[in-house]
């Protein structure tokens, strides 16, 4: 009874923590950011630069920013994947594509930046860049005999409608409220004015929620503030307000969009204050991030009304569907990590990954390979490593591996692209992944950046190398 006490309760904290701390300023403006490029973004103007006769330098960084664009985990990404590589992608930008957008996409970037730090984040986004185009280019390499052979009859991707300057300017306006959301800048956090406002409740009511949900930095749980706690009856609130509001949308609007999108907003605005217990009540603070979250939403109104109805529309709805998708597999993985975090010894993880040696990052890769989680569920997995005494290393590796690998993936990409290219695609993943842990390792342990970039560089040369030796094997062997 003790076990399944404390097991609950810290799977409630881990939830707690979670939804009050990292959902509202970082995912919410970052669904609605996905939406408006899955809405308003037109597919041509996406994949057009793809083809086989663009350009390398200009089809690899076009299929890395796609897929940075798009929030999808591994198994999401394949009916896109499906889709330009039919329509006549080259199996090299198509499985940067593949690889880029689960591993560093907006949402897995946003997240990971407020959850482990900006410095998790810019690595996870310069990594996956690097090794994106690294493994889509050996894919080229090894299979352009059977690509252009696919490819000599297919369209090339021309033309096409592209995206609209309003569309341009409303998505800049919600990445800037995202960003006035997360970033941890002195202007941002500064305290403009604050005042009291007397609540005898206050202290008591703080004192039974540390109690409730107390802090526990070695497992990662932050602790429950009363702010915290109007924050989950105002998600709670949204949910309840969104099913019909937002959920049906594309059917016209009614009352409760209305309502709910004054809930998301009231609540954004709300969670970028200042709130702390005191003697007396409460003293709250109006900060920078205040003034700024407020003003961006009060722009992102006319800005909106420039766009017919049907666009705006279709893009609360997409918005919804990516909460719908995401958001509950979200809170069960949360909680998951917090029944996970009572069992797990940190001597564990600091005997197998508390260094960054090449067998703790393979550990990190095989983990997240054969325990994969949905997308975003990998970033408190990995907190919880983290706290539990992971190295950074290992750490990156098993990011890296978790968002691109997952059984059922890999049998999908089997049936697009075949068997043996998608097995060399997963060898390449997992390769490339430990090569990952190893270079932010090194990094993290002191080594100069200019000797990481060299040996990430001869990396990718042996491997080039190596791989254009067997080709040139197989051809005389052919022959």
């Known amino acids: 009874m003790e076990l399944l006490y404390a097991t609950l309760q810290s799977g409630l904290a881990s939830l707690a923590s979670y939804l009050a701390a990292h959902v509202l300023l970082c995912l919410v403006p970052a669904f609605f950011v996905a939406g408006a490029l899955s809405a308003l973004v037109p597919q041509q103007s996406v994949v057009r630069f793809l083809g086989p006769d663009a350009p390398k ?69 310069v990594l996956s860049l690097c090794f994106g185009i690294g493994i889509g280019m050996i894919m080229a390499l090894l299979f352009h005999r059977d690509d252009a052979a696919r490819l000599a009859n297919a369209a090339a991707f021309t033309g096409g409608e592209g995206i609209s300057r309003r569309a341009v300017v409303f998505l800049i306006a919600l990445i800037a409220l995202l960003i006035a959301g997360t970033l941890k800048l002195d202007f941002l956090t500064a305290r403009l004015t604050t005042f009291d406002v007397t609540l005898p409740a206050a202290l008591p009511a703080q004192a039974l929620l540390d109690r409730l949900v107390p802090i526990d930095a070695i497992k990662g749980n932050e602790g429950l503030s009363l702010q915290g706690v109007v924050l989950i009856i105002m998600l709670a609130l949204i949910g309840a307000t969104g099913l019909r509001g937002l959920g049906k949308v594309d059917e016209g609007f009614n009352r409760l969009t209305k309502l709910c999108l004054g809930l998301i907003a009231a609540t954004l605005v709300f969670a970028a204050l200042g709130m702390q217990t005191s003697g007396e009540g409460l003293t709250i603070a109006i900060t920078g991030r205040t003034l700024a979250v407020a003003a961006l939403l009060a722009l992102l109104v006319p800005l909106a009304r420039r766009f017919d109805a049907w666009d705006i529309q279709q893009w609360l709805w997409e918005t919804w569907r990516f909460v719908r998708q995401i958001f509950p597999l979200l809170v069960i993985g949360v909680f998951l990590v917090g029944v996970i975090r009572v069992f797990i010894r940190p001597e564990w993880i600091q005997a197998v990954a508390g260094s960054n040696t090449l067998l703790g990052n393979l550990a990190g890769v095989v983990f997240g390979v054969f325990m994969y989680f949905p997308t975003l569920v990998e970033v408190p997995i990995a907190k919880m490593f983290l706290s539990l005494g992971m190295h950074p290393g290992p750490l990156i590796a098993y990011l890296m591996a978790d968002p691109e690998l997952s059984l059922q993936s890999i049998l999908i990409t089997t049936a697009i692209i075949g068997k043996l290219k998608t097995w060399t695609y997963v060898g390449l993943v997992a390769l490339f992944s430990t090569a990952s842990g190893l270079a932010y390792g090194a990094w993290v342990d002191g080594a100069a950046i200019a000797g990481i970039a060299l040996a990430i560089a001869a990396f990718i040369g042996v491997v080039v190398a190596a791989l254009h030796f067997v080709d040139r094997r197989h051809v005389r062997s052919a022959a």
């Open 57 to 125: 330098w200009v089809a690899y960084p076009a299929a890395a920013g796609a897929g940075s664009l798009l929030a999808v985990c591994s198994c999401t990404v394949q009916p896109l994947f499906a889709g330009i590589y039919s329509k006549g992608a080259g199996l090299g930008p198509g499985i940067t594509f593949l690889f880029f957008a689960p591993a560093a996409n907006i949402l897995a970037l946003s997240y990971t930046g407020v959850a482990l730090g900006a410095d998790f984040a810019i690595a996870r986004v």
